[in-house]
């Protein structure tokens, strides 16, 4: 029930709402006009993304003397009011989330040189020197997979050599096939007791050898005797 007194206040206009006497006032909740400020929308490629300035401002770069209220760097706007910015908007993900989250998340069709070259054009030097050493990181671990191989030997034996053979194998060389009668097609035909016995290494490129150190002495008896192969 209203009173006299507050349909008075109505009728003199005053600003204050009218509210039951058994209530509480629920006020709106309402956005800053300094959080408002905060946004920034950037048209990067032709992608939007929005993300704000204090993300933008973590590190000294072209993207922090953007988005500043007073920027000292000139660039276009689309129809939304978003800064205009010509570079790909997919590498442009990866910086932004580094910005975000100090942390370098690459998708499987990305590389590291597409993100160096946007963390160069924006000048974000931290970025740069995070890139440049996953880069290097890589480049060593794709060395160090193709420095390592394995390399096969094939020895003839007589029969009665093969079990001294196996027992003689050293130095990371290991027994893969024993061949006993002629392979089909092959134009060779082993004489009766006669097998060729394969093995194989792990063989690093980096590490230069001496071929002669490779097997034990037993076995490279044995490789003078197969030097028809």
Not at 9 to 29: A, E, M, R, T
Not at 128 to 148: S, Y
Not at 153 to 164: L, M
Not at 177 to 184: A, K, T
């Amino acid at each position: 029930m209203f009173t006299n007194d507050k349909l008075l206040n109505q009728q003199n206009g005053d600003s204050n709402s009218v509210v039951n006497s058994d209530s509480h006032s629920i006020s709106k909740p309402t956005i800053s006009s300094n959080s408002k400020r905060d946004w920034v929308l950037l048209n990067v490629g032709g992608k939007h993304f929005m993300t704000t300035r204090s993300t933008l401002s973590k590190e000294e770069s072209f993207l922090c003397r953007l988005c500043q209220h007073e920027p000292d760097l000139k660039t276009d706007v689309d129809d939304r009011g978003a800064y205009l910015i010509d570079r790909d908007p997919n590498y442009f993900n990866v910086v932004l989330n580094y910005l975000r989250h100090g942390k370098l998340i690459l998708e499987t069709n990305l590389v590291e040189e597409g993100v160096l070259e946007e963390a160069e054009f924006y000048n974000i030097r931290p970025l740069i020197e995070l890139v440049k050493e996953k880069i290097r990181e890589r480049d060593r671990r794709k060395f160090n997979d193709c420095a390592t191989n394995r390399v096969y030997r094939v020895i003839q034996c007589q029969e009665k050599e093969v079990t001294q053979l196996m027992s003689s194998l050293s130095d990371g060389w290991q027994f893969e096939q024993l061949i006993g009668h002629s392979p089909v097609g092959s134009s060779y035909m082993y004489p009766e007791g006669e097998f060729l016995c394969i093995v194989s290494k792990q063989y690093d490129r980096g590490t230069r050898e001496d071929n002669n150190t490779c097997v034990s002495e037993r076995v490279k008896i044995l490789q003078e005797r197969g030097s028809r192969m």
